[in-house]
Nanobody, 128 residues
């Protein structure tokens, strides 16, 4: 089993920055990727960013790749999502997830169904 716990959400103003953290614990050696997803009220959960647990390849939703950055601290087993130039459209519950499935093609890590361990989510609200 792998556990993931998010932290760092909050209320910010448009243009501000915010950093989310995801602590990964348990059988981390079975983890192949960690991703961030978000879900706004009335909308489907959507991919934001992902990083391979080993190797560090990163993947982004097109609309955030110039503003968000995902990184991994191997010593602490944490994955962070640094968000800058935030927009009201970024308002959502943000979820961290870990995948124990290996795919050579990185695009598979953009799909929620690829992830089998999910956190409870952290709310991010961006005011205009």
């Amino acid at each position: 089993q792998v556990q993931v716990v998010e932290s760092g959400g909050g209320l910010v103003q448009a243009g501000d920055s915010l950093r989310l953290s995801c602590a990964v614990s348990g059988r981390t050696f079975t983890t192949y990727a960690v991703g961030w997803f978000r879900q706004a009220p009335g909308k489907e959960r959507e991919f934001v960013a992902a990083i391979r647990w080993n190797g560090g390849n990163t993947y982004y939703k097109d609309s955030v790749k110039d503003r968000f950055s995902i990184s991994k601290d191997s010593a602490k087993n944490t994955v962070s999502l640094q968000m800058s130039s935030m927009e009201p459209e970024d308002t959502a519950a943000y979820f961290c997830a870990a995948s124990s499935l290996f795919y050579k093609e990185g695009s598979y890590y953009k799909a929620p169904r690829t992830y089998n361990y999910w956190g409870q989510g952290t709310q991010v609200t961006v005011s205009s």
